[in-house]
């Protein structure tokens, strides 16, 4: 049966094709049946490691001769007895394997092989923990790597399910162990929106999840948690909306599939639906055109490059030969003038690219400014501003090698050693072979060596991830340490010793190996050996003496050129890392936008906010606010207590539209936000959050920030009310002078940004009330500010301190998300629940 390229590539390999027959079926699920295998030769007789896997071809299922391969992990496997299992989850539309999976009968018989699927080593000294990821394709490999975990080292699994029962799949049992579901989500993202904000610095990861969400894991791992190569193992397992056959084959099979794996799991609860995906476009792909032009181009001047060499090189051998002088002059100036051209052309080329990549540019640069104004604000505060600035400076401009020279570079990297190596082949193919001996000899030690390091790299690699979490615990644990010795916090000075030490024995062992590279490749050792293998040709009669002049002139720098093609790679990599960070900011999702924006109806009428069945959680699967339903009282002081990590703060992000619910409203004059204009948005609800951003302008600028049209008296009106006047007036150049996040004091600023929502005249304000307790020198000033800001306005306050929400007119008391119990504060008091008990303990404590 037919097994096509990828067959007769992995037989060439030397992968042996093992015959395995079904013994048993067992559906454990809506969704997963459970195969047992028997089979004499495939298991490695020494064991499996956890996460082992083998390639199986499983047959076209419309009977035709094609045969398709899929990956699947072995589980229990017992090699005395050559028993092993297989944990098929079966999906719609079903492919080769699925659909095998779910005919099978015992006795069935299926060729499977063994390439690069030996599984994951666990580390002996253990890392911090290990960070398991995948969905259920992988749940079989997660168990496996769980199982095998020590104990003491801590375990943490996210697992994405479709089906309502996949969470109800066994795992086994570990002291350490944490385990996440979380539902799919159709942009890719529940996995990584799951790791949340926990540290995983020192941890190995292990990856396996359909190919966006493993992508996305993997660049926040990287990204966030230093983690790499040696530490982290990433492979996707499967490609939505993609068949692994040929796609029309998938679509004619799957009609027929799904009914019969309806038919096959009758009597197991209904699968969910699956849901479509959709992807931003990567950013390179309006540089594509221009991408594949440039290096047609650079083909074609890269080819001409080597012509005036070429001449050159003749016009040696022609004037050794004695070649008439009209010849002589015919060909130099022909060199010289396609060396002209060809290197005009190149300026040409680049000129045009450089033009090119600024409109590139530029157009990227809208595209992610734009991005921005799209994300919800939570997006921004949940970041550092130097991260944004990366995204929006930094890569941007890393992308600049990638469209304007990596085409070029590396097809004359390619294309101009060959072109030389084929004039050299034309004029003497046995000196040529000869000059290529180093060039081979260097491929050959340098892949060697390479391979002969790689344990080493991985450790170096692992020392990399794990020493700055490692730093930051050796100096938060000082005090610890000064009594007690480096061991008893972490051992940093030991560790860098030994680093220092495992660095100087690799440089001592492979040094010898280094050198001779170097020498290798040295222009000089070129001409040595074409000098002495030249003279010896033309000494036997085997090449006329002129002959070697192409050789000494082209030969003697053929192998830095070919060089060149690795020092392309590096601008690459960079421009590659810088792609996949904007490629995930323009996949992240936006803020919904109404087709066609309303205005509230703004009046008389004091502004009623409502929560309508809020439901909402910063990570998919781990809701902050459950079904939660509130309304203010319009005109009056709502304030929102309860034990840290209750939600306040998320009730309030989510009231001034910084986030938006994931079900459920949040609505102003029965508008839901999402359907109102962001100006009117940003107008009618000011916000005043315990970080103050200020803008580098003028204190003026600042406070008219959402108000760009406002006099000066207006401005100064709003300084006054707010308390802020007199100290803008001490200022240097007073309303002018130019102030930044640094020029003034936590409670001025506090009072800048108050002066700038009493400016905005809003009808509802959104407070933390923390504003009021961060600057114990100006909190009279600032609570002055806010008194008046408040006044006649919907207010909901976040409250820290319950001494400070006495007079609201509504206390709503969170537990967990949910409204444990609201009212005045004598009602709550005399209900003597949560409240009670939290305003007896602030009372104890002020006492
Ligand atoms: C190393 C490795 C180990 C694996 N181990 C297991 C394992 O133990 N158990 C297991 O069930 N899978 C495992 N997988 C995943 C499995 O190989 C793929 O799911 C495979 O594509 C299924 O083949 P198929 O012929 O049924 O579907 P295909 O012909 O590949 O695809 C048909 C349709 O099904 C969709 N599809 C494919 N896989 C999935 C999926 N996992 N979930 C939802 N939709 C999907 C495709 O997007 C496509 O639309 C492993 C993969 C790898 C690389």
């Known amino acids: 049966m037919g097994r096509g390229f990828q067959g007769a590539v992995l037989r060439a390999l030397g992968a042996k094709e093992h015959l395995a027959t079904v013994t048993r079926i067992e559906w454990i699920s809506s969704a997963v049946v459970r195969l047992d295998f028997t089979s004499e030769t495939l298991l490695y007789p020494d064991g499996e490691r956890p996460s082992a896997w083998i390639r199986a071809w499983f047959p076209d299922v419309d009977g035709g001769s094609k045969q398709y391969q899929r990956g699947y992990t072995l589980v229990d496997p017992d090699p005395a007895a050559g028993t092993f299992g297989i944990y098929f989850l079966v999906h719609q539309p079903a492919g080769p394997a699925s659909n095998w999976a779910v005919h099978a009968a015992p006795g069935d018989e299926l060729v499977m092989q063994r390439m690069g699927g030996d599984g994951w080593e666990l580390d002996d000294p253990q890392p911090a923990g290990y960070l398991l990821v995948g969905d259920v394709a992988s749940w079989p490999g997660i168990c496996s790597i769980i199982a095998a975990a020590p104990p003491g080292v801590g375990v943490r699994a996210f697992l994405e399910y479709t089906h309502d029962d996949d969470p109800q799949l066994s795992i086994p049992d570990h002291p350490d162990l944490e385990v996440t579901w979380v539902p799919r989500r159709p942009d890719g993202r529940a996995l990584v929106d799951a790791l949340g904000d926990d540290d995983y610095r020192g941890w190995k990861s292990w990856v396996a999840a359909e190919s966006t969400a493993t992508r996305l894991v993997r660049a926040k791992l990287t990204g966030d948690h230093g983690h790499n190569k040696g530490t982290m193992h990433a492979q996707a397992y499967w490609i939505r909306g993609r068949a692994m056959g040929k796609q029309v084959e998938a679509e004619e099979l799957a009609g027929v599939a799904e009914a019969e794996v309806a038919a096959a799991a009758e009597g197991a609860p209904a699968a969910a639906p699956a849901v479509p995906i959709d992807d931003g476009t990567s950013v390179l792909r309006p540089a594509r055109p221009a991408f594949i032009l440039s290096a047609l181009i650079a083909l074609v001047l890269a080819a001409l490059a080597v012509v005036p060499l070429v001449l050159f090189a003749e016009l040696a051998r022609r004037l050794v030969d004695g070649a008439d002088r009209e010849q002589l002059v ?103 072979l000869i000059l290529l001996v180093p060039v081979v000899v260097y491929l050959v030690l340098m892949i060697r060596l390479a391979a002969g390091d790689k344990p080493r790299l991985q450790r170096v690699l692992q020392w990399n991830a794990t020493l700055p979490g490692d730093a930051e615990r050796y100096i938060a644990g000082q005090p610890v340490s000064r009594v007690f010795g480096d061991q008893a916090t972490v051992d940093l000075p030991g560790e860098v010793s030994a680093l220092v030490g495992f660095l100087k024995q690799w440089q001592h062992d492979t040094i010898d190996r280094k050198a001779i590279l170097i020498q290798l490749n040295r222009p000089m050792t070129s001409m040595v050996l074409v000098a002495l293998a030249g003279t010896g040709l ?89 079904d939660f339903t509130l309304a203010l009282p319009p005109g009056g002081t709502t304030a929102v207590v309860g034990p840290s990590g209750a939600g306040k703060s998320t009730v309030a992000a989510l009231a001034a539209r910084l986030w938006d619910p994931d079900a459920g409203a949040v609505t102003l004059d029965g508008t839901d936000l999402r359907l109102l204009d962001e100006q009117v948005l940003r107008r009618q609800i000011a916000v005043v959050l315990q970080d103050v951003q200020l803008v580098h302008g003028t204190v003026a600028e600042n406070i008219a920030l959402g108000m760009p049209g406002a006099t000066r008296e207006q401005i100064v009106d709003a300084a006054r009310t707010a308390y802020i006047a007199e100290v803008i007036e001490g200022l240097a150049d007073g309303y002018d002078t130019v102030i930044d996040r640094d020029s003034l004091s936590g409670g001025q600023r506090q009072r800048v940004a108050i002066a700038r929502a009493i400016l905005g005249d809003p009808r509802v304000v959104v407070l933390d009330e923390a504003t009021a307790a961060a600057d114990p020198d100006s909190e009279w000033e600032v609570r002055q500010g806010l008194t008046r800001l408040l006044e006649g306005r919907t207010v909901l306050v976040v409250a820290h301190r319950l001494h400070t929400v006495a007079q609201a007119d509504l206390i709503v008391v969170l537990d967990d998300g949910r409204i444990a119990e609201q009212g005045t504060q004598p009602e709550l008091l005399a209900a003597g629940g949560l409240y009670s008990r939290l305003h007896g303990r602030a009372m104890e404590a002020l006492s």
Do not use: C
């Open 330 to 432: 015919q060909v130099g100036v022909t060199g010289v003038i396609v060396l002209l051209v060809g290197t005009g052309l190149s300026a040409v080329l680049i000129t045009v690219l450089h033009f090119y990549d600024q409109f590139f540019a530029a157009a990227l640069r809208r595209r992610v400014m734009e991005k921005f104004t799209r994300l919800p604000l939570g997006w921004f505060l949940g970041r550092r501003s130097a991260e944004v600035r990366k995204l929006a400076q930094d890569d941007i401009n890393s992308l600049h090698y990638l469209v304007t020279h990596a085409a070029v570079d590396l097809v004359t990297a390619v294309v101009t050693p060959l072109a030389i190596l084929g004039y050299l082949f034309s004029v003497n193919w046995t000196l040529a």
């Open 538 to 626: 033309i000494v036997i009669g085997w090449m006329p003496a002129a002959a070697i002049l192409p050789f000494l002139i082209l030969g003697t720098s053929f192998g830095d050129r070919l060089l060149a093609a690795s020092y392309a790679a590096n601008g690459l990599r960079e421009g590659m890392a810088a792609k996949a960070g904007l490629d995930l900011l323009l996949t992240t999702p936006e803020l919904a936008r109404p087709d066609a924006a309303v205005s509230p109806a703004v009046g008389a009428t004091r502004a009623a906010v409502r929560f309508e069945r809020v439901t909402f959680g910063y990570t998919a699967g781990r809701a902050v606010l459950s």
